[in-house]
Structure formats: C-alpha cells, structure tokens
C-alpha cells in the first residue's frame, strides 16, 4: 500500500516538478557525501596531528637528555687533565653541575610526560620509555654524588704537588672506567634506541595524516561519482518518460489522420501535462466521431431531399465545409499543441540539467583556477629562495648535491613555471566551456531582451563540437564564420539558440549522410563545410545564413520540411519536429522569416530574418 501510494503521489507530479526533485535527490547526495568526507577526514587528522605533537615532544625530550648525558660525561673525563690547573678544573666542573642539575629537570619532565594521560583513543606513549626511567632512576643521582664525593678528595690534596696531581687524576680516571659510570654511560646507549623508535612513530603519525587526507578524498569523489550517476540516470528516465507517452500519442494520431480511424483513444497513465494531453486528444477524436456522425446524418437527408429541395442542398453542403474546415483547425490546434508541449518540456529538461551540470563543474573550477594565482607566486618565490641558495653557496654539501641531481633541480627550475602556466590555461579553457554551456541554456535570460547573436552561435557550435571533429571515417567538418557587424539583437536568446541548434544538427546529418557515398580520401580532397553568415539587410532586418555543401534536397521534400512530424531520416533518428519547433520560433515568437534553398547535388541553405527591435511577444 505504502509503495501504490508512493507511486501515485509521483505520478501525480508534474513533469518539471520529478525533474526538480531528481537533482535535488542528486545534488543532496553529494552535499551529504562531501560534509561527511571533510567530518571524517577531519577527526581521523586531528587523531594524527594530536599525534605528532605528542611524538616531537617525546623525540624533543629525549635528544635533550642525551644530549646532557653526553655532555655531563665529556666534561667529566676532561677534569683528569685538568686536575694540574685548579682554576680550570673549577670551571670545568661548574659547567658539569650545570649539566647535572639540567640532566635532572629534563628526567622530571620525561617522568611527567609518560605520566600524562593520552587524549587520543589510543596509547601513543612508548613502553619502553617508564621501564627506561624505572632502570636508570638512582643512576643521575648516584653519579653525581660519587663525583662531588671524588671532587671533594681532590679539592683536600695539595695540586701544586706533582704526587698529589697524579693521585687526583688517577681517583678521577677510576671514577670514569666504574662500574657506576658505565651504568651512566648506559642512559645514552639507551636513548639512542629510544629516539629511533620515537621517530618511526613521527613517521607513522605523517603516515597516518596522509591516510586521513586519502580517505576523505575518496569519500568526497564517492558521493561526487554517485551524484554525477543518478542525475544521469535520472535524465534518461526522465527523457524516456516525456518522449514515450508523446511518442505513443503521436502514433495514435498519424494512425488517426492516415487510416481516418477516429475509434482510436489515446492511453492515459500519468496525471501529469502529457496526461492531460492524451485526455484533450480523446476528446478531440470524440469531437471528431460526432462530427462525422452528423456528417454521415446530413449525407442521408441531402440524398432524401437531393431532387427536390436543391436550396436546402446547398445550405447543408455549406454546413459540411464548415464542419470540414473545424477539423481541419482542430487538427491543426492538435499539431501545434503537441510542437509546443515537445518543445516546452524539452528545453526545460535540457535547461535545467545544462545549468546544474555547468553549476557543479564551475565551482570547484574557480577554486582551482583562483588557488594557480597563489601556487604560481609561492612556486616563484620558492625557486627564487633555491637560487639565492646557489648564488651564496655554490659548493653545497656531497648530500645535498646529490639529492639535487637525483630530483633534477635544474629542470624542475625550468619546468615548474610551464607546467603552473599549462594548468591555468587549462582551467581557463574549462571555464570557457561552462560559459559557453550557461550561454546556451540561457536559464537565466528567458525574458526577452538584447543579445549579441554571435555569442549564441559559437556557444551552440560548442556544444556540437564532439559532432564536427574529425573522426576515423572522415576528417573534421570545417566551419567558416562570416559574421557581420551586428548590434544587440532584441529577442528570445533561448528559443533563438534551439532553433540555431535544430539546423546546424540538420546540416551535420546532411553531410553524414553524403559521406557514406565517398571514402576518406575523396572527403579530404573535397572537404564538408558549414558556413555560417550573418548581416544587415537594412537598418531595422538582420539575416542570418547557415549553409552546408551536403547533398541537398529536392523540390518536394522542400515543400513540407517544416511540416510537423515530417521527416526523411530513418525510424529511431529523427521525430520531424526540430525545423517545426525552428519556423514557430522564428516566424511566431520573433515576427521573422525562415527560408530554404537547396539544389540537389550542391548542398542547402537555411535563411533567418529577423527584426533587431520588436514588439515582446510571448515566449512558448
């Protein structure tokens, strides 16, 4: 039940209502995937940051231990020379205090390091670091002792004696090969395997922040490709939704006009405008049954009164004329209708997903093309700081002399600047499609107004591009714009783009269709061409002109090309509609001529005419 309800609520829409709420479905899709992406990949970064501070701090401590320890000892051994000169024994042994009671502030603050509680979900604190300070703790103290204890003996002999001077260096000499200052010796040993592994933690926790960035990445390219997937599954039902019921009623009225069966009824499955379609075409044809009901009845009474009654003759022969004529508008009123509904729906879908598409491309296109700027001066002033380098020390150390030639510093110098200068071109290259995409959709400039009509012509030469160059059957179509000096033309920017992208479509069909008599070769010596004309004919009329050198049509084909439902192509590539829609363009919402002249054998032209200021008329 729920589902038979769901489906009738979505039945009932309208149809620019299922597309509005099949990109809002996708649009929110990827908003959703994209906060999420940056949530996760932000708590996973903070974990490592977090981490990394905690290891530098770590690998900070202990090279300031070792670098006491070592120092402590150093001073320590030079006291046994200087045994024979007092006051520099002195000194000596006050920088050995020094470093002493340094040895011990650090050791209080690596025992208050482990002892802090970790903020992370994870103990990141080496283990072997309080079994490190639970093994050398009385060490410092000892050794300290035991030297102030030996400076002490030393201090009461008498160092003006050269046997006084050889028993102070002999007491300070034993001190150093002790079992107590190999145990001292120790810490330093010990701290070597410590700070080794504190920086395999520093590069784990680097690993880990570049995992974290690649997780929210993927997460954000997800739900982008998932977004990017619905609205284009999305734009095929939608397409196969509206052209299938109006495929279908159209059908039924060719069939109905062909065979002159008026029992035929449309089938209505949707509440929507095609719906109500379909309902005004089955009245239509009831309309049309009673028609030829009456008709058939007044045949009757004219063969009853025929030979009689040749005034009354005459009056119900003029009643079937009108009648006759009322369908005949009926019909017609059916023909523009469905042309008007086909084009309506059309654009609107068209529309709608051009300018979403452009909307999704530019953003992060700006960002890109917006951030160069910044890379391009950093990149400058980086390579700047590289030469100042070279220039003040132009003999560098072995290492970094090799690391430069590993990496090819010269021509990372030379070629950091173009390949900058190629990403700006391309980003400046993409947002010109985008113009060119919002150029052609005109979402926003559907009211009449004044447009320079070249612009709508390069954009929608743009987007036929992929059909105009060069493939493996045949080389590129080539395009000649011969364009005048046109003012701003007053009009529908929209509708006048559709009906330049029904006849430039046409022109590329036309010279496919004459290259499948020709090889390669004879197209490349006898190239396909477009051209495509524009000026003005007087001060109030401009004309524009699209030709091609195709194959051109005969004389009744001519006739009823902008006949609805009139079409050549075969079933499946052509609905007869697109020269239609174009004449009711330029002919009923412009107040403008469209003209074709073509010769069999040499290729065809269509011709627009247009005023550049009009009355507004009403768009479709």
Not at 16 to 21: D, H, M, T, Y
Not at 531 to 544: F, L, P
Not at 564 to 576: D, E, N, Q
């Amino acid at each position: 039940m729920a589902q038979q309800s769901l489906g009738q609520r979505l039945s009932s829409l309208r149809v620019g209502q299922k597309i509005g709420l099949g990109y809002a479905l996708a649009l929110s899709i990827a908003v959703c995937g994209t906060i999420a992406g940056f949530g996760v990949g932000r708590y996973y970064q903070k974990q490592a940051e977090e981490q990394e501070e905690h290891v530098r701090n770590e690998v900070e401590l202990l090279q300031r231990l070792q670098s006491r320890v070592l120092q402590t000892r150093t001073h320590q051994q030079q006291l046994i020379p200087l045994a024979q000169y007092p006051e520099k024994f002195q000194d000596e042994y006050a920088h050995l205090l020094k470093h002493k009671a340094e040895i011990q502030e650090i050791w209080g603050e690596l025992k208050t390091f482990v002892a802090k509680p970790s903020t992370l979900k994870y103990d990141i604190h080496q283990p072997r670091i309080p079994v490190f300070l639970q093994t050398y703790d009385r060490v410092p103290q000892r050794y300290s002792q035991e030297l102030e204890h030996r400076v002490e003996q030393i201090r009461n002999l008498n160092l003006a004696s050269p046997t006084d001077v050889e028993q102070a260096q002999a007491l300070m000499l034993e001190f150093t090969n002790s079992d107590l200052a190999l145990e001292f010796d120790g810490i330093s040993d010990d701290l070597v395997g410590l700070i080794d592994q504190a920086y395999q933690e520093l590069e784990e926790a680097e690993s880990l922040q570049q995992q974290a960035n690649a997780v929210s990445e993927k997460i954000v390219a997800a739900s982008i490709g998932l977004s990017v997937a619905i609205a284009i599954l999305l734009a095929v039902l939608t397409s196969r939704a509206i052209a299938q019921p109006i495929q279908a009623l159209t059908s039924v009225a060719r069939r109905t006009t062909e065979e002159s069966n008026f029992e035929l009824q449309a089938t209505v499955e949707q509440d929507d405008e095609i719906g109500t379609l379909a309902n005004a075409f089955n009245q239509l044809i009831r309309a049309v049954q009673q028609l030829l009901q009456q008709q058939k009845t007044a045949n009757e009474q004219l063969e009853n009164y025929s030979q009689t009654l040749e005034s009354q003759v005459k009056v119900r022969t003029q009643e079937l004329s009108d009648k006759n004529t009322q369908l005949q508008q009926l019909l017609e009123a059916l023909q523009r209708t469905q042309v008007q509904m086909v084009q309506s729906e059309k654009m609107s879908a068209l529309g709608q997903m051009v300018a979403g598409v452009a909307h999704e491309i530019n953003n992060p296109v700006n960002f890109i093309h917006g951030n160069l700027t910044h890379v391009q001066e950093y990149a400058h002033n980086l390579l700047g700081l590289v030469q100042l380098y070279q220039n003040y020390y132009p003999d560098p150390a072995p290492e970094i002399q090799a690391e430069a030639e590993d990496i090819e510093m010269e021509f990372i110098q030379a070629d950091l600047p173009k390949i900058l200068d190629s990403m700006k071109v391309g980003t400046e290259r993409i947002r010109q499609i985008v113009l060119s995409l919002r150029n052609f959709s005109r979402m926003d400039e559907a009211d009449f107004k004044a447009v320079d009509i070249h612009e709508g012509i390069d954009s929608t030469l743009l987007i036929l591009q992929h059909r105009l160059k060069d493939k493996p059957e045949r080389p590129a179509i080539q395009v000649i714009r011969d364009y005048g000096n046109l003012p701003l033309i007053e009009c529908y920017p929209g509708q006048i783009n559709q009906a330049f992208m029904n006849i430039l479509a046409n022109a590329i069909d036309a010279l496919e269709e004459a290259n499948l008599k020709r090889t390669y070769q004879e197209i490349k010596e006898n190239p396909n061409q477009i051209t495509i004309r524009t000026a003005m004919i007087d001060s109030k009329w401009v004309k524009m002109a699209i030709s091609d050198n195709g194959m051109g049509m005969p004389e009744s084909v001519q006739k009823r090309l902008f006949d609805p439902f009139f079409t050549t192509k075969s079933v499946g590539k052509g609905t007869g509609l697109g020269l239609a829609i174009s004449y009711q363009i330029v002919t009923e919402k412009h107040g403008g001529k469209l003209d074709c002249f073509s010769i069999p054998g040499e290729g065809t032209e269509f011709v627009i005419q247009i005023l550049a200021h009009q009355q507004i008329r009403d768009p479709v």
